[in-house]
C-alpha cells in the first residue's frame, strides 16, 4: 500500500515518453540558432527533406523568406517571423529558428519539413568582432 509521499503517477526514466516536462528540462541542450543569437544582417540557409529555405533577418524577429513553399507558391520575399520549431508535435521552442531533425513553423502556417542542416552566415562587420 503506497505512503501518502509516494507518487502514482510519475511516469519510470527510463519509459523513453517525451513529456513536455522532459522536453522543456532538454530544450537549452539543442544544438540548433536561438533567437536571441540572431542579428539583423544575418543569412540563415536551412535544408530540410524536401526543399531549401534562405532567411535574412531583419530584425526584431522578423526575416525575408526564399525557397521552398515560398518560391512553390509565388511568395518568395515575403516577410515573416518563426512561431518556433517542434519535434512534431504541438510542444513549439519559440525562442528557436531552426536545429536538425526539428520542423520550422512560420507565423503564417507554414510547417517544413525535417530539418537536416542549418548554416548561419554572418555579415562581414559582425563577424569581425
Given at each position: 500500500?503506497?505512503?501518502?509521499?509516494?507518487?502514482?503517477?510519475?511516469?519510470?526514466?527510463?519509459?523513453?515518453?517525451?513529456?513536455?516536462?522532459?522536453?522543456?528540462?532538454?530544450?537549452?541542450?539543442?544544438?540548433?540558432?536561438?533567437?536571441?543569437?540572431?542579428?539583423?544582417?544575418?543569412?540563415?540557409?536551412?535544408?530540410?527533406?524536401?526543399s531549401v529555405y534562405a532567411l535574412v533577418a531583419?530584425?526584431?524577429?522578423?526575416?525575408?523568406?526564399?525557397?521552398?513553399?515560398?518560391?512553390?507558391?509565388?511568395?518568395?520575399?515575403?516577410?515573416?517571423?518563426?512561431?518556433?520549431?517542434?519535434?512534431?508535435?504541438?510542444?513549439?521552442?519559440?525562442?528557436?529558428?531552426?536545429?536538425?531533425?526539428?520542423?520550422?513553423?512560420?507565423?503564417?502556417?507554414?510547417?517544413?519539413?525535417?530539418?537536416?542542416?542549418?548554416?548561419?552566415?554572418?555579415?562581414?562587420?559582425?563577424?569581425?568582432?
Amino acid at each position: 500500500m503506497p505512503t501518502a509521499s509516494t507518487s502514482i503517477r510519475q511516469a519510470p526514466a527510463e519509459s523513453g515518453v517525451r513529456t513536455l516536462d522532459r522536453l522543456a528540462a532538454d530544450a537549452q541542450a539543442i544544438d540548433g540558432v536561438w533567437s536571441e543569437a540572431v542579428e539583423a544582417g544575418d543569412f540563415i540557409v536551412i535544408r530540410t527533406r524536401n526543399s531549401v529555405y534562405a532567411l535574412v533577418a531583419l530584425g526584431e524577429g522578423r526575416y525575408r523568406a526564399t525557397g521552398g513553399w515560398f518560391e512553390a507558391t509565388g511568395a518568395n520575399g515575403s516577410d515573416v517571423r518563426i512561431a518556433g520549431c517542434t519535434w512534431g508535435g504541438a510542444a513549439i521552442h519559440t525562442r528557436l529558428v531552426a536545429a536538425a531533425g526539428m520542423f520550422l513553423e512560420f507565423d503564417n502556417g507554414v510547417r517544413t519539413t525535417r530539418i537536416k542542416d542549418v548554416r548561419v552566415f554572418r555579415t562581414e562587420s559582425r563577424s569581425a568582432h
